[in-house]
């Protein structure tokens, strides 16, 4: 009976063990300075395309490329239509800041209460963005991470 407790005990500490071992792990795959984010990001596919800077406080982002963003000619930028301000729906989608306000977080390693503006729709969107193995992964979302979307970016620059 003892020996069945011990084999239990010792059990259990093993995978707490591994358990805290793959949490080290995944931390130290996270992001390690604030400005890491920065430079020229794009999806595996090369169907989005943009470059993060420092705004002064947070980080932004501006369209270099996004296929959904361009005419059927594929190198005219359509024009921001969907824009919810009517003073804006003429302008071009060709460099346009459509993240704002991402700033870093110190604790949990990433950066949060981003804001993506979709040029395809009009829409604007909470957002977060994190580090893992050298990829950038962009969440956004409404409401809440959980119901979001996330798209892993990798640097071009």
Not at 62 to 69: A, F
Not at 96 to 114: A, C, M, V
Not at 128 to 156: C, F, I, K, N, Q
């Amino acid at each position: 009976m003892l020996k069945s407790k011990i084999r239990k005990f010792s059990l259990a500490v093993m995978v707490t063990a591994g358990l805290t071992g793959l949490q080290i792990t995944a931390a130290l795959a996270q992001a390690s300075s604030p400005s890491e984010i920065e430079g020229v990001w794009e999806t595996e596919e090369g169907n989005f395309k943009f470059e993060v800077f420092d705004a002064g406080g947070s980080f932004a982002a501006r369209v270099i490329y996004g296929d959904r963003l361009m005419e059927t000619d594929g190198k005219t930028f359509k024009k921001d239509t969907h824009n919810p301000d009517p003073k804006l729906r003429s302008r071009s989608l060709e460099g346009i800041t459509f993240l704002t306000d991402l700033k870093w977080d110190p604790q949990d390693r990433r950066w949060e209460d981003g804001n993506f503006y979709d040029g395809s729709s009009g829409r604007t969107y909470s957002g977060r963005a994190s580090m893992r193995d050298g990829a950038l992964e962009l969440r956004g979302y409404a409401g809440t991470p959980l119901l979001g979307r996330t798209m892993v970016l990798y640097r071009v620059q």
